[in-house]
């Protein structure tokens, strides 16, 4: 049985970390993630949805493409749709994504800070906390709706506007 409270108490830690932004899709198969935490404006995540850049953003690409970590400035020149020049609207400028999983499943997160690029600590910080998410969630599958959804509330509260 997946353990709740290690879950909350990872996501905290993450969401406490850094003055960061940052998206973790949990156990993504078929490009929809079994858990979605999010920190990114309300007003981004409409936009993003309603014209949905799901389908054009380049780190999403590149996350279920390769495993590891990327740079989002070194996805610039693939981002034809302008997906990271309309987040760094929002505040959104400098980020990395992170993918780790296998053929079975993947989970992805993407962090960004609006000042500065992340450091090499904090780089290693977000790496090692979607590992750990991603180790923490196996057998994921087997949960019931009712502890699917303890899960999903955890995302209420993470939320910082990252704009000055």
Known sequence: MMNLLRVRDLLTAVANHAEWQFAIGVR?????????????????????????MIFSDPTLRWAIEHYGICRWADLADQDEAGVMAKAAEYGLRHGIIVSVGDETGRTLGSFCRSDRDLT?????????SVQELHSLTEGIGALSESALSELRSLNVGLRRDPRP
């Open 28 to 52: 993504v198969r078929f490009a929809n993630p079994t858990l979605l935490y999010q920190t990114y404006p309300p007003e981004w995540l409409k936009l993003y949805s309603d014209q949905a």
């Open 120 to 128: 090499e600590a904090e780089t290693a910080f977000a790496a090692a």
